[in-house]
């Protein structure tokens, strides 16, 4: 069992690799995924090679950190459960304020 920390930073690095194996069983929206992708690289690398520093603090930051709190939010959701099942794996947040806000 992981606490916070550890438990944000293993599903922020394997995210998008997560993504994409889900993506198999969904080819249409597989492509759709790795089109959004490629455009957002292109636009990022761009946006860097022109201005690096506003880039990096204005863009890429943002984008990790963004990644990276969805991240946190989730481990209450999945804290303490162990099964395989997808539809076990899961507490459901029925607070409408936590809702709106998150």
Known sequence: MYGPLIYTWIVTITSYYRMWSVGKKHKKIQRYFLIMCI??????????????????FIFLIPMIGSLTLTAYATYDHHSGLESD???KSSYNTLNPLYNKVT
């Open 39 to 56: 455009i957002q690289l292109l636009l990022l690398s761009a946006l860097i090679i022109i201005q690096p520093l506003q880039a990096i």
């Open 85 to 87: 099942d997808p539809y």
